[in-house]
């Protein structure tokens, strides 16, 4: 059933059909682990666009996804964020205008609130600039609606760490407060 179903959709995506002509601008809306954002893309050639986006998340409790976090079982995290970044996307494939190499940077900040039995824990990320890198995947740069799958890594020095000090080092083990965090984005966007 699972294989039907995607082989269902994926046919109804390529079925879309999208203009070949090449926008000026794209506006998009996305939504990442760093929250939503807002995108606005210049298309300054077929190989070559420049994205600015801004973003950022309420604070959420966001305990299921720090699964890897090595304390109590009943521990709690809250994290909130704001940021804005510029990012250049290269498609380098002549015949695959839908896939980018992604390079760039953002400033902002991750706020993370950890609440251990009767302790708080913070790791916030405040270091600017950090650097992004990944790929996109998507409609490319097309007139009307489109849409893109953005996988990459933002490169940051890590969290700043404060709390009693018990579940410090844990913390800084995980891979949710690691250097490198995981960026996974889809972008629902209109070219013109």
């Known amino acids: 059933m699972k294989k039907l179903f995607f082989t269902i959709l994926i046919g109804f995506i390529s079925s879309i059909s999208f203009s070949q002509e090449m926008p000026d601008y794209t506006i998009g809306l996305g939504l990442s682990p760093f929250g939503g954002s807002l995108n606005y893309t210049y298309h300054k050639s077929q190989k070559t666009s420049i994205n600015v986006a801004v973003g950022g998340l309420l604070e959420s409790d966001l305990s299921d996804f720090a699964s890897d976090l090595e304390i109590d079982e009943d521990f709690v995290l809250k994290s909130s964020s704001g940021w804005m970044g510029i990012f250049?996307?290269?498609?380098?494939?002549?015949?695959?205008?839908?896939?980018?190499?992604?390079?760039?940077?953002?400033?902002?900040?991750?706020?993370?609130?950890?609440?251990?039995?009767?302790?708080?824990?913070?790791?916030?990320?405040?270091?600017?600039?950090?650097?992004?890198?990944?790929?996109?995947?998507?409609?490319?740069?097309?007139?009307?609606?489109?849409?893109?799958?953005?996988?990459?890594?933002?490169?940051?020095?890590?969290?700043?760490?404060?709390?009693p000090g018990e579940y410090n080092d844990e913390i800084s083990d995980?891979?949710?407060?690691?250097?490198?965090?995981?960026n996974i984005q889809v972008t629902l966007g209109y070219g013109f």
């Open 88 to 163: 250049v996307h290269h498609r380098p494939f002549e015949n695959a205008q839908w896939a980018a190499f992604v390079t760039g940077f953002g400033v902002g900040f991750i706020e993370n609130t950890i609440e251990v039995s009767s302790d708080t824990y913070t790791a916030h990320y405040k270091e600017n600039p950090v650097g992004y890198v990944g790929w996109t995947f998507g409609s490319g740069p097309v007139k009307g609606f489109n849409y893109s799958l953005d996988l990459g890594m933002l490169y940051t020095s890590g969290p700043t760490i404060i709390g």
């Open 174 to 182: 995980s891979f949710y407060f690691s250097n490198a965090l995981p």
